[in-house]
């Protein structure tokens, strides 16, 4: 018996507006993810990628279709399930890093903790894990202003990975950085993927930093235009 | 998670702590009006309560007219020498029977001049108001009857005008009437309205009524009952007496007043509860004006922090934990308003009791219902905002700048 794969989308089409003004932000698409793959998805703006990450993360639902998640359909989710999904199995990493401001290093990382309602001691431990992982070690007490842009993506990506999710989502991860540092983070996300067996599917729009994934996604028109495997330039020894 | 949320909400709180402190000003002030009143009433009342239990109960004040907020008894016809001897022959169970002329007159000693109560009475005075003398004695047959003058005056009058001196054979003169003292009282202190009963002179009535009054009649009576015998018994022997010598008609009210201490004390809260209620308005509106500033300033702080909301529900914070965070917030908030409002109210009471010389009876029931009320206000004016939050789109909250 084979798992299901992690992510399933069957015919899912998401359409904004009414009448003549719809707009099909994705039509039809059918797409699976298995556990463990390294998925880039690249588009043009309104090319419906943002679209299919949301729905993926549960922030969004289709407007027709059906999105799978482990072989369970979503499509009966209410606001406090998708919530759920989100924390037990999803991590979030945003091209704006969005931590809190004037908010420790550590505390952003043991912020999806608490939410999980664990008690303080073992947050902290966890969170130090998490820390140390993304090389962030010895800057827990740094705020987020102390922090520079590289430092603040790992802090981030710390507290996507800290509760150990099934699936990390980045949204455009290196928009905001530059290139030294952008491949530092991708180097990063490719360990989490190859040391720590985390799905990660990851939306940018540079041929380079989609080299990285093993698949290639491109989104033209809400429609899935091609779907390849890539040759792995990018195996470095890490 | 509690403890989370507590410390979440306080650090949004203090990171604007001038703001903070102006959205619940309101609160502030309601709830510090309400304790300091309070508090000032009850001192008020614990006085008159101990003075009623040193006076005892079976003291009557007759007097004329009907007492009570809002009934005036200067028209009233005041009573004779022969009402006292009335109530001195007729009504029985009596201990004393003391006639009272009250005025106030400029006492001059030597070259010291001092501005005092003088009361124009009977030794009966000294036993209804269980009054001792410090020095010297109470007046004798002669100068009751008025035919030799003779003062008694109070510690706060010895004092102003023969400082540490003894002053009994010394001469005063009140308001133009010479006087030799014959006796000083004891000390008494402040009475439960905080006058100061020590500042008073007392002459024999006659010599009152002939010099400084110029009058026959006589103001008020202190009747005092024997132990054992009921007040209230007394007190409709006086009334029924004294119906009969004023010509009062069946089924015409009283034109003079028989009361003990008590029945007055209870006119006098009378006029407190009004008070009460009118203060209990005020502090209604100043709370309901404190929670729709919470309101506002927690919509306020809503919207600056969409994002924040945004990052909180994508990373798995349920509807209900992002309500609970600024719900709390803002009942922290209001609880903060209302401690201060404890804090000053019990502050400025023990300012107003200090001054008015009354003790200082803080009550745990108001603080607490206080306390329960601003929690109450931050939890109602709190939630609209609260929900507002927790029902954000996270997409959207998200992309908010």
Not at chain 2, 28 to 34: D, K, L, Q
Not at chain 2, 215 to 235: C, E, N, P, R, W
Request: proline fraction near 3%.
């Amino acid at each position: 018996m084979t798992l299901p794969p992690i992510i399933t989308f069957r015919q899912v089409s998401k359409f904004y507006g009414h009448g003549e003004a719809t707009i099909r932000a994705l039509d039809r698409i059918d797409l699976s993810i298995t556990a463990g793959e390294f998925v880039s998805i690249m588009g043009p703006s309104g090319s419906g990628k943002s679209t299919a990450m949301n729905i993926i993360g549960g922030l969004d639902v289709p407007t027709s279709g059906e999105y799978l998640f482990q072989g369970i359909p979503t499509s009966g989710f209410d606001r406090a399930q998708l919530t759920l999904l989100r924390r037990h199995m999803l991590g979030f990493v945003f091209q704006g890093f969005n931590l809190l401001a004037r908010t420790s290093a550590v505390e952003n990382v043991e912020l999806p903790l608490i939410y999980r309602g664990m008690d303080h001691r073992e947050r902290r431990k966890r969170a130090m894990v998490a820390l140390e992982q993304v090389g962030l070690k010895g800057r827990e007490g740094h705020t987020t202003q102390e922090l520079s842009g590289g430092q603040q993506q790992r802090v981030a990506i710390a507290r996507a990975i800290v509760a150990d999710p099934a699936v990390l989502l980045a949204d455009e991860p290196t928009g905001n950085l530059d290139t030294k540092t952008s491949t530092e983070i991708m180097e990063l996300i490719t360990r989490l993927n190859r040391d720590n067996g985390i799905t990660v599917i990851m939306v940018t729009h540079e041929e380079d930093i989609a080299a990285y994934g093993k698949r290639l996604l491109r989104f033209v028109d809400g429609h899935l235009a091609s779907d390849q495997v890539q040759v792995k330039e990018h195996d470095h020894v890490l | 998670m509690f403890f989370e949320t507590a410390k979440l909400a306080w650090r949004a709180i203090s990171r604007n702590m001038l703001r903070s402190f102006l959205t619940v000003l309101g609160v502030v002030i309601g709830v510090a009006a309400v304790i300091a009143m309070v508090t000032v009433g009850n001192g008020t009342t614990a006085k008159v309560q101990a003075e009623l239990s040193r006076l005892g109960t079976n003291t009557l004040f007759v007097r004329p007219g009907q007492w009570g907020p809002g009934r005036a008894s200067s028209e009233a016809k005041r009573f004779s020498d022969k009402d006292v001897l009335a109530i001195q022959e007729q009504v029985t169970g009596l201990r004393a029977v003391a006639p009272l002329n009250r005025g106030t007159a400029t006492v001059i000693a030597g070259g010291a001049n001092h501005s005092s109560s003088v009361i124009g009475t009977t030794n009966d005075y000294l036993i209804a108001q269980d009054w001792d003398l410090a020095l010297g004695r109470p007046f004798l047959a002669n100068e009751d009857r008025g035919s030799q003058a003779g003062c008694i005056i109070g510690e706060t009058v010895r004092k102003e005008l023969f400082g540490s001196a003894n002053p009994v054979g010394q001469n005063i003169r009140v308001s133009n009437v010479a006087c030799p003292v014959v006796g000083v009282l004891a000390v008494k202190g402040q009475s439960g309205m905080g006058d100061d009963q020590d500042d008073t002179v007392l002459m024999p009535l006659k010599l009152h009524q002939r010099r400084i009054g110029g009058t026959t009649t006589i103001s008020s009576i202190i009747l005092s009952a024997q132990d054992g015998v009921a007040t209230t018994k007394v007190q409709s022997d006086v009334e029924s007496l004294l119906r009969e010598r004023r010509r009062i008609a069946i089924g015409r009210e009283d034109d003079f007043s028989v009361n003990d201490m008590s029945q007055i004390a209870a006119a006098m809260t009378g006029t407190t509860v009004l008070l009460t209620g009118l203060l209990g308005a005020v502090a209604a509106v100043s709370l309901l004006v404190g929670g729709i500033g919470i309101m506002n300033i927690m919509l306020v702080s809503v919207t600056e922090r969409t994002r924040e909301i945004g990052i909180r529900l994508a990373i798995g914070a349920l509807e209900r934990q992002v309500l609970t965070q600024f719900l709390v917030e803002a009942v922290m908030l209001s609880i903060f308003g209302g401690v201060s409002g404890i804090v000053a109210g019990l502050a400025l009471a023990y300012g107003v009791v200090s001054f008015l010389g009354v003790p200082f009876v803080a009550s745990p029931t108001i603080i607490l219902l206080a306390f329960a009320f601003s929690a109450a206000i931050g939890m109602v004016f709190g939630y609209f905002p609260a929900r507002r939050a927790a029902q954000l789109n996270p997409i959207e909250a998200l992309r908010h700048e």
